[in-house]
């Protein structure tokens, strides 16, 4: 099963509101990402969970703020948006291997629109 | 550093014939892996298949198959027998496999499969 799960599935916000997007995994796994995309661009990495640690925050403005509360959960709040942050922010999780594939699988992901 | 250049924005193709998308890459890593997702318009990364730089022989996942030539720096996507589900973008990637987990993704080819 390589199934990461994404809540909600859209999500329309104002720039003074505080909302959060989850995601879940149930495959052991003990990394996880979070990348906004932009229409017609690939993926672009914010944020790296590694054994429920920060590793990689790429410079993401402070109204992104990450959660890992467990090795299967990660959350991402949301604050005072602007309408330039309306993006597909998809989730990831991998193993952790310290070499080798570790394959990153993806949740469906969740669209924001911000007004 | 790594780059992954895809120079096909966009591809069509006749249903059951099969279809190349190119993939170039360009990293000072000695190992590294080499990965392909495909994006229907739902906006899942689907992952397909991997390469490690170590592999002697190419990557075969049912219909995937990847053309790897190290020398040229080369990871193409052969789907063979293409079928009107397939229509979607497709992205290369790219990570060292020691260290920094990030992925380094394309620009992406958008194929569409024609009846």
């Known amino acids: 099963d390589t199934e990461v799960t994404q809540t909600p599935k859209h999500l329309v916000m104002g720039m003074t509101n505080k909302k959060s997007l989850k995601c879940e995994q149930h495959?052991?796994?003990?990394?996880m990402y979070w990348y906004k995309q932009k229409a017609k661009k690939p993926p672009e990495l914010m944020f790296v969970?590694?054994?429920?640690?920060?590793?990689i925050n790429e410079s993401v403005p402070s109204r992104f703020s990450p959660e890992c509360p467990n090795s299967s959960l990660l959350n991402l709040h949301l604050h005072a948006l602007q309408p330039e942050d309306s993006a597909l922010y998809l989730c990831?999780?991998?193993?952790?291997?310290?070499?080798?594939?570790?394959?990153?699988?993806f949740g469906p992901g969740t669209r924001l629109t911000v007004l | 550093a790594q780059k992954i250049t895809q120079t096909q924005p966009g591809m069509f193709v006749q249903e059951k014939e099969a279809v190349t998308l190119d993939c170039t890459y360009d990293?000072?890593?000695?190992?590294?892996?080499l990965f392909w997702y495909k994006q229907p318009s739902s906006g899942e990364m689907i992952f397909l298949i991997y390469?490690?730089?170590?592999?002697?022989q190419n990557a075969t996942e049912g219909r995937y198959s990847l053309n790897f030539q190290k020398a040229r720096k080369s990871a193409n996507l052969v789907i063979s027998a293409s079928q009107l589900g397939d229509s979607a973008m497709y992205f290369c990637?790219?990570?060292?496999?020691?260290?920094?987990?990030?992925?380094?993704f394309g620009s992406g080819t958008r194929l569409q499969v024609q009846p």
């Open positions: 495959m052991g796994h003990r990394a």
């Open positions: 390469q490690g730089s170590y592999d002697q």
């Open positions: 969970y590694s054994y429920e640690k920060l590793s």
């Open positions: 990831a999780s991998s193993q952790a291997r310290g070499q080798g594939e570790d394959t990153q699988y």
């Open positions: 990293t000072s890593d000695p190992s590294y892996g």
């Open positions: 990637a790219m990570r060292a496999l020691t260290g920094r987990r990030a992925l380094t």
